[in-house]
């Protein structure tokens, strides 16, 4: 059989070599009260996929979905472990912090509005930042009719701040 056909990582792992773990951030690991419950939820979810696999863990898919989930319920365990609850609603709500909902209207006039979240949380199609991003950095700490510069590998594109809001 051609190598092309062949899953390296499958076939290491079916020797029993156990997968390398997910990195973890080296930043602080804040998270909303959403995302808490959205790391609980997934933790709850791992387990009870990984629990019937366990059993019959003899079959090689079986061993390899087992590592798998092993190896992610580690990631989310360790994120819980670390996690740093931030409450949006005790945050000053005068100027752009983590939790924050901020409405933005870039020079063609096109308004957003993104979401300041911790990194397991962030997810760009729903316009879910992570607070260590480019974004992110350049809003935090800004207020209302604040401008602020953008920078991102396409191009640079100028934001002026016209609303921030904390959920309730």
């Known amino acids: 059989m051609s190598r092309a056909f062949v899953n390296e990582e499958r076939f290491e792992q079916a020797g029993g070599e156990e997968l390398v773990d997910r990195p973890i951030s080296e930043f602080a690991n804040y998270v909303t009260p959403t995302g808490a419950l959205e790391l609980q939820s997934l933790e ?3 387990m009870a996929e990984l629990a019937p696999l366990k059993k019959s863990a003899e079959d090689t898919f079986n061993k390899d979905k087992v ?4 190896r992610d319920l580690r990631y989310v365990r360790a994120r819980l472990d670390s996690a740093i609850l931030v409450d949006p ?3 000053d709500h005068g100027s752009v912090l983590f939790g924050a909902g901020v409405t933005v209207q870039d020079d063609d006039g096109k308004a957003r509005t ?7 949380e962030a997810d760009a199609s729903i316009n879910k ?3 260590v991003s480019p974004l992110a950095k350049s809003l935090i700490g800004q207020k ?6 953008w920078q991102r590998p396409v191009g640079n594109i100028n934001l002026e701040i016209l609303d921030i809001h904390y959920p309730a």
């Not at 993104?114 to 397991?120: A, K, Q, R, S, T």
């Not at 209302?144 to 510069?149: F, I, N, Q, S, Y």
Request: proline share 0%.
């Open 44 to 46: 709850a979810a791992l």
């Open 67 to 70: 590592a798998e989930l092993d």
């Open 89 to 91: 609603t005790t945050q």
């Open 114 to 120: 993104f979401h300041i979240v911790g990194e397991d």
């Open 129 to 131: 930042v992570s607070y």
């Open 144 to 149: 209302v009719g604040d401008t602020v510069t």
